[in-house]
């Protein structure tokens, strides 16, 4: 029987769905929290990034700064998370296909940080905010893509 699982997230969480061949229905398997999300920039880094040395003089750059916003490290991060636990999964093979669902910004990102192991096992994507959609009601929303 076909197993589809379906992820939906944005940038302050994700939820796992399954679909079995020939079901409307959608069951719940899992949810990510990912509270960074929420955070404006300043929150998410505690003080003013650090100033390297070079030779006795000061060297006026934030060396020791990752490249991008820390909000989008965060992201990539909490991207990263996901797409390790489906490539875990893609292991065990306890799904057929793969549906992501986000926001197009945060859909690039999650589909760069997959595996191509998991990437061949996508059928499709929806670059839509389903996030904020009650869990009651997903199946419903979800029905013109499955």
Not at 34 to 50: A, I, K, M, V, Y
Not at 110 to 138: M, S, Y
């Amino acid at each position: 029987m076909k197993r589809t699982w379906i992820v939906i997230m944005d940038r302050t969480g994700a939820r796992l769905f399954e679909r079995r061949a020939h079901s409307p229905s959608l069951t719940l398997l899992k949810e990510w929290e990912h509270p960074g999300g929420n955070f404006r920039e300043g929150e998410l880094t505690s003080d003013r990034p650090g100033i390297g040395r070079m030779n006795s003089r000061e060297y006026r750059s934030n060396v020791l700064t990752p490249s991008g916003s820390a909000k989008e490290q965060s992201l990539k991060r909490f991207c990263h998370e996901i797409a390790t636990y489906l490539d875990t999964e893609r292991t065990t093979e306890n799904f057929d296909e793969l549906m992501l669902v986000a926001e197009p910004h945060t859909l690039g990102i999650l589909r760069a940080t997959l595996p191509a192991q998991v990437e061949r096992k996508i059928a499709a994507t929806v670059d839509k905010d389903f996030a904020g959609v009650e869990t009651r009601v997903i199946a419903e929303v979800m029905s013109p893509y499955l």
